[in-house]
Structure formats: structure tokens, C-alpha cells
């Protein structure tokens, strides 16, 4: 960090000096911008060392800060890419320029894009590619859905992913529907969410698998009824985007129940791939539940519905192929650094 310091003070003083003013009103910001200085100086010998032609942060929260501060120091241009949570809503600080600099922003959600495009005006190039999921290994075959009504989860346990509301509404339903529920993830809500089985009485009807590996994930959406989905939005801005279970899921023809509380409603088209309810609504989910176990003939052509949305939408060849494209060229050549002063 020093010999940049001394080398180019005339950049990287006013760059680093303008990114902690749009700090300073959040300390989660103003600490992370503070603390990855020294990385940002690192990479920025590694690319002139080995003469890498650009820079790309997977993160457009201090990853992406720290590829605008190469870009400042090298020359180079740099690219994002956006997701959600802690990178696009928890802090905004910095942010707008970042875009504005940036060669492109690829944004995995269009809910993402969108803001990003409000709130970085018309200089910046904001692209939604969507991740996707591997077909050929999530290919749909081999459905053979359990006799009896079979919810699935799949996550981190932690309070943005809403599985307390999953079991809250396996609660709620009336016990001769002998639903069962499978939570797959680990994280630190699980001692809760096991309290709170055992508090519902539905303990001998939820399994916590911890994680498990994509072959044993695949044998288990073969035998699911739906995928169930209820993420919530934290008050510090912590969200989901689309989940890539649910597109997993999707891809082998389960139908998803979620809520309408981050990117989903760009995946699940109410009543043919799915549906939505309001976030927080145990009752909502158990009375859905209600009606589609009354029908599965109906949850299966959502599934077939589901899978074909995702074969048109979220197939990852595709969708990296552009993202190489961008990353190959096809965007504009980086603003000039007196524009983003």
C-alpha cells in the first residue's frame, strides 16, 4: 500500500478520500471501506504484475470497492456483478458510483437492475443475467412423488430464509394431511427452528438433514410435492434474490411456494409455476398447502410448467455464456476517472 501511496498519491488519495465520505453515515460501510484499502493495493500489483487486462468483482459491496480502487490505480477497467442482501441493500454507500464507473453491472435479479439503473442514472450499464442451474444434472427425470404430502426446504438457517414460517405452517395444518417437512441446510437458527417443532408438536414430522451433496438433493426433489420458500425481508435490508434451490427445484419439476419478499416473482408465476404469498404469514402458507394437496394432479402441471420456465430462463450455459460476452467485450469502454469525481 505505500508504494501505491507513493507512486500515485494524485489517484489514489482523492479515489479512497471520495469512497469514505459516501461512507460516513454507515459504519458498516465506512469499516469495510476502511479495512480492504490494503487489498486493494495488493491486487492492483498482482494485475500490473502479471498484466491482466481487467478486473471483475463478484460483489458489488466491497469486492466491487475494491475493483474500483484497482481500476483507479492500474488502468484498468473493472466490472460487478450484484446479487442482493448485504451487497445491494444493506449499504448503498459508494454504490452509484461504482456503477457509474464500472464497465458493466451484472445483477442476477431484475428487481436489482432496475434500482441499480434508478440509482446510478443513464452512464451506467446495468445487465440482469440470471444464474441458472445445470440442466443436465437437474434434468427433470425420475419424478416419483412421495404417497404423501412431501415439503421441502433447502438453505442456510438463518432468519432471512423464513423456515420458522415453514414449520409454523405444518403446524397449522390438520394432522390427517400427514405432511412432512425436510430442512436441508445448516446455520445458526437451528436450535430454534428445532424449539420450535418441538413447540408446534409436528417434532416427528420435520427432518433436519444438515446439508447435503447435489446427487442426495436431486433423489430428494424427485420424491417433494413443492419446495417451500418463505424468506422474509430483515430490517437491515437483508434479502433474498432467487434462490437457486427454488430454480433447482423448478428444473425437476416441483412447483415452488414462496413469498413476495425478493426476486421470486421473476421465477414463480402464481398459480402455473407456483405461487406467492405475503412474507410473515404462517396461516397463508398452511392454507395454500391446504388447497394443493387437495389437487396434486394440478401441483404436477405446475411442475411441468416450472421446469419449461426454467429451461427458457435460468439454463446457466446460456445465461454464462453472456456473461462472458460482457466480460469479453461486449460493453463500453470505461468512463473517463474525472466523471465519477
Not at 147 to 165: I, N, Q, S, W, Y
Request: proline fraction near 6%; glycine fraction near 8%; charge should be positive.
Amino acid at each position: 500500500m505505500i508504494g501505491w501511496l507513493i507512486r500515485k498519491p494524485h489517484v489514489l488519495l482523492p479515489a479512497w478520500g471520495r469512497m469514505l465520505w459516501a461512507s460516513r453515515r454507515s459504519a458498516y460501510a465506512l469499516i469495510g471501506h476502511l479495512a480492504y484499502l490494503p487489498a486493494a493495493a495488493r491486487i492492483a500489483t498482482q494485475v500490473e504484475r502479471e498484466r491482466l487486462d481487467q478486473v471483475h468483482a463478484a460483489w458489488a459491496h466491497f469486492p466491487g470497492s475494491v475493483a474500483f480502487l484497482v481500476a483507479r490505480l492500474t488502468g484498468r477497467p473493472f466490472s460487478m456483478s450484484a446479487h442482493a442482501g448485504s451487497d445491494l441493500y444493506r449499504t448503498q454507500a459508494f454504490l452509484a458510483e461504482k456503477a457509474r464507473a464500472a464497465r458493466f453491472t451484472a445483477t442476477c435479479v431484475a428487481r436489482n437492475a432496475d434500482m441499480l439503473r434508478a440509482l446510478a442514472g443513464p452512464d451506467a450499464r446495468v445487465e440482469c443475467v440470471y444464474h441458472g442451474v445445470d440442466l443436465g444434472r437437474f434434468d427433470g427425470m425420475g419424478r416419483a412423488r412421495d404417497p404423501e404430502p412431501l415439503l421441502v426446504t433447502v438453505g442456510r438457517l438463518v432468519p432471512a430464509k423464513g423456515f420458522d414460517l415453514a414449520i409454523e405452517a405444518l403446524g397449522l395444518l390438520p394432522e390427517e394431511s400427514r405432511a412432512k417437512l425436510v430442512v436441508v441446510g445448516e446455520g445458526p437458527e437451528r436450535a430454534r427452528l428445532e424449539a420450535l417443532a418441538r413447540a408446534a408438536h409436528v417434532e416427528s414430522r420435520v427432518t433436519f438433514t444438515g446439508p447435503l451433496p447435489q446427487r442426495e438433493l436431486v433423489g430428494l426433489y424427485r420424491r417433494a410435492w413443492l419446495l417451500l420458500a418463505p424468506s422474509r425481508v430483515l430490517a437491515n435490508g437483508r434479502r433474498d434474490g432467487i434462490p437457486n434451490v427454488t430454480i433447482e427445484a423448478m428444473a425437476m419439476g416441483v412447483p415452488v411456494l414462496g413469498t413476495a419478499a425478493g426476486g421470486l416473482e421473476e421465477a414463480i408465476t402464481t398459480g402455473e409455476t407456483g405461487l406467492l404469498v405475503p412474507p410473515d404469514d404462517a396461516r397463508a402458507l398452511a392454507d395454500t398447502l391446504k388447497r394443493w394437496f387437495a389437487d396434486p394432479a394440478g401441483l404436477e402441471r405446475m411442475g411441468e410448467q416450472a421446469r419449461r420456465l426454467v429451461k427458457d430462463r435460468f439454463d446457466a450455459a446460456r445465461n454464462f455464456e453472456r456473461l462472458f460476452e460482457l466480460l469479453d467485450g461486449d460493453a463500453p469502454a470505461p468512463i473517463a476517472e474525472e466523471r465519477t469525481a
